[in-house]
């Protein structure tokens, strides 16, 4: 029961197919949630207090459940809950539904992120584009957002690795990602010990290249 | 001297139970530089933030050419590109290059096209003696430098009138000079200008009237030489004594 060349051959194929998957969930989910993040972390350091409330609603579910139940949640509860609103009945596509759970999953951490960092710049450069005259929108364009987006890239690409590892678990509602194409290809062949063997091992590659990469964007970060 | 410019009347400002300034009078006109000494605490950084509204007064008026620009009527960001300020700090962008930092507010608020903007960046550059640094961050510069650039920022607005917040406090002190240097240069242009300042023989020789405050209240005020030199007030008296006897 080694791993062989013609178990490479059968299980090869199927693990990059389920990357293509892995990563286009892992990467729209990331973008997604960066855009959902900047908005809840807008609203959390802001004084619009109905804002705030939703958003630390929201943050306070996410980190409060399990993304397994938030991922069962989306997949299963939701298409119920429309089609009984609706009338008929309604399937969610695993890939989609995976991306929202990603995407909510990752909105609510960078929310946390996002807000620190608005927070975190300096009041003496607020202070001095106010005195030049700029209106408020403008002073967070321009001075606030540069540096406080800058500070978050290190911790937004971890957060990106971690996605990469959660979609794993989408592996429960039928996405057929690495981890669900492994269960496939054992369930097909009994093929237990290479067969997640072989997983283990290309994710280690797969998250050894993201986190040389991220070690590459932070060394540029901090020579600028 | 010109018409009045700004005049303050009766300002004051606590920060909860904590009063700060009470019921401070002043008037600058036209061309005039006062400044503003005292103690630690004294309220003098406040009452210059109060009078751009980074603090918001409790009560009283700020005037510029006759309009309170306290009322929540009034434009401020109006009055603040026409009276720039220069902070203890700097607080450079640390993003943008010293070039930069000089021209962002002009491109932003007077929509002037960005070539000209660099243009009159290296002018006014070239008048605080950094053009050769425009292409660099600001964390490459020394404190003095830095303060200059932020000189030539507030100027690229073309204010009528400059507030400084004791520039030269942060600073280490063979690099206070050049920063002097430049604001009696901006005196002798006619340039506007109230200064919180600790450097004591500045206010004497290029002020033309000095403001002593204390506690919160202005003590006594008077032509810069006459304040500097022949103190009425004893608190004064007491505060000078130090630069006097030097």
Sequence with gaps: MGIDLELLQTIGPMLFRGLKVTMEIAVIGILLGFILGSLCGYALQGRNKIAKGIANLYVWIMRGTPIVVQALYVYFVVPEIIGLIKGERMVLDPTLAGILVITLNAGAFISQLVRGALDSVDIGQKEAGASLGLSKMQIMIHIIIPPAFRSIIPSLFNQFI?????????????????????????????KTIPGYTVCAIFYLVLLSVLMIVQKLVEKKIASK | MGNTMIKVNHLSKAFGDLEVLRDINMEVSEGEVVCIIGPSGSGKSTFLRCINQLETPTSGEVLYKGENICDSTADIRKFREEVGMV?????????????????????????????????????????????????????????????????ARALAMEPAALLFDEPTSALDPELVGEVLNVMKDLAKEGMTMIVVTHEMAFARDVADRVIFMADGYVVEEGPAKQVMENPKEERTKTFLSRFLNQ
């Design chain 1, 162 to 190: 971690i996605s990469v590892k959660d979609t794993a678990l989408l592996s429960m509602i039928s996405v057929n990602e690495i981890t669900r194409q492994t269960q496939n290809f054992v369930m097909r062949t009994y």
């Design chain 2, 87 to 151: 902070f203890q700090r700097f607080n450079l962008f640390p993003l943008k290059t010293v070039l930069g930092n000089v021209t962002m507010a002009p491109v932003l608020t007077k929509h002037r096209n960005k070539s000209e903007a660099k243009e009159i960046g290296m002018e006014l550059l070239k008048k605080v003696g950094l053009e050769n640094k425009a292409h660099v961050m600001p964390s490459t510069l020394s404190g003095g430098q830095q303060q200059r650039v932020a000189i």
